[in-house]
């Protein structure tokens, strides 16, 4: 198997980067491809003292965060991202990394790439820890605005990835809402409600988002503009109560020496709530494996990344969503 990893996607690329991919080169049974401006890659190697056998793609120019994703890509016809989504379409590697610029990757997916035939929209695709474990939402970002039929597809891809990766028998789909009322929502959830009750997934209606976090439901659906709230929420809680915790913990001798015996239960509760152990995000629907890590990726979250590769490779999901979006009724065509 090789993985392409885009060494100038992200914050703290490339030195981030490089470290990750030099941690998965050692511990992972797959070929690593960093795709990127050679000269700064060969000085993080050097720099980290990394001796992990890597591929360099050269290319020198890069999407940087901030820049118009269609413009950029329109601009940067050999941008690191661009030439990793090639090799993908190519057959030279077997899945994409890259903690760059959202919207560029997603446009430039579809556009080289492409989506599965039947495929109205791709969703960016992540897990969530629940009280029972965890969850899926999708989507998380990709598409701001949804048509019904596209969160019923949401739906449906996001089951099936439940079920071949996560074991999951009949995973709970909900749609994420203001309530569980069947009359709340907006015409498109609403219509999106309809769609799904009468379909073979097992719907369990409208959900909101505490009971996604409880554990309540396996697969929570929305559009990407709720989806990314949600994600970006959520996330700054965690750290908002984690900075709350380590503040009062320290307020005194008695809660300082208290925090001594807490220490491992934190910990552990930390890499549950830790995003860079999940690695990134998969944008199902793509006609390969195409990974988003966070903007913020450390080398963890590379090496993470890299082990959903490999897990999405080995249990066929691609194949599987090519195969669900063959069977009649499932859509007449990739476009919409």
């Known amino acids: 198997m090789r993985i392409v990893i885009d060494a100038m996607g992200g914050d703290f690329a490339p030195r981030e980067i490089v470290r990750g991919a030099e941690l998965a080169a050692r511990d992972a049974d797959c070929e690593i491809v960093l795709v990127g401006d050679r000269e700064k890659i060969e000085a993080e ?45 190519e057959g030279r590697a077997q899945a994409f990394i890259s903690a760059g610029n959202t919207g560029a990757l997603m446009e430039a997916a579809v556009l080289r790439v492409g989506r599965i035939k039947g495929v109205k929209r791709p969703a960016i695709t992540t897990l969530w820890p629940s009280k029972k474990g965890t969850a899926i939402l999708l989507d998380a970002g990709a598409n701001s605005d949804s048509k019904p039929e596209y969160l019923v597809q949401f739906a449906k891809m996001g089951s099936l990835y439940g079920e071949i990766v996560l074991n999951w028998k009949r995973p709970r789909v909900g749609l994420l809402n203001i309530g569980k009322e069947e009359s709340k929502g907006t015409a498109v959830i609403l219509e999106a409600f309809s769609q799904l009750k009468s379909s073979s997934l097992n719907f ?16 929570a659906v929305c559009d990407g503009f709720v989806g990314n709230l949600v994600l970006k929420t959520g996330e700054g809680v965690a750290s908002l109560i984690f900075s709350l915790i380590k503040e009062e913990l320290g307020s005194s001798l008695l809660t300082r020496a208290a925090a001594m015996l807490l220490v491992p239960a934190f910990r552990r509760i930390k890499k549950r709530m830790d995003s860079s152990e999940h690695g990134g995000a998969l944008l199902l629907g793509i006609n390969g494996i195409c990974i988003k890590s966070h903007g913020k990726a450390d080398f963890m979250t590379i090496r993470n990344a890299v082990g959903i590769a490999q897990k999405t490779l080995q249990n066929g999901v691609i194949p599987a969503i090519v195969k669900q979006f063959q069977a009649p009724g499932e859509g007449e065509s990739s476009g919409g």
């Open 204 to 219: 369990v209606g409208n959900v909101e988002p505490e009971d996604f976090l409880r554990g309540e439901v396996d697969v």
């Open 45 to 89: 190697r050097s720099s980290q003292n990394g001796k992990a056998s890597l591929v360099i793609e050269h290319t020198p120019e890069y999407i940087t965060m901030d820049e118009q994703p269609s413009q950029a890509l329109r601009t940067k016809k050999n941008a690191s991202m661009i030439v990793g989504l090639n090799m993908v379409r």
